[in-house]
Nanobody
Framework: QVQLVESGGGLVQVGGSLRLSCAGS????????MAWFRQAPGKERDFVAAISWSGRSTYYADSVKGRFTISRDNAKNTVYLQMNSLKPEDTAVYYCAEDPGYGLGDSKPTSYDYWGQGTQVTVSS
């Protein structure tokens, strides 16, 4: 069974940076698209960023474009989310998600088969 484990969350001041990691294990395949979503208290889970199976294509929500960068290291089975210029509205639980196969990555939660447990990011002003 595939397991995804996020790490790197925490408390940071406005304008600061964090790097989230998502380590995967238990796969029986080597191609998969990945994404990050986030969920603030009382709100729906929102798309943040996605990366294709090859790593050549990336997609971002308008709210994070220019501030966040998604990347992957397939040798380490890890996907990253570098978050810069953080704002209070970035406060949420961040989840990584996986779509097995040759996906290009997209913003729909239903496209992803596996999810991590989430990591809390809190941006204080």
């Amino acid at each position: 069974q595939v397991q995804l484990v996020e790490s790197g969350g925490g408390l940071v001041q406005v304008g600061g940076s964090l790097r989230l990691s998502c380590a995967g294990s238990g796969r029986t395949y080597s191609t998969y698209a990945m994404a990050w979503f986030r969920q603030a208290p009382g709100k729906e889970r929102d798309f943040v960023a996605a990366i294709s199976w090859s790593g050549r294509s990336t997609y971002y929500a308008d709210s994070v474009k220019g501030r966040f960068t998604i990347s992957r290291d397939n040798a380490k089975n890890t996907v990253y989310l570098q978050m810069n210029s953080l704002k209070p509205e970035d406060t949420a639980v961040y989840y990584c998600a996986e779509d097995p196969g040759y996906g290009l990555g997209d913003s729909k939660p239903t496209s992803y088969d596996y999810w991590g447990q989430g990591t809390q990011v809190t941006v204080s002003s």
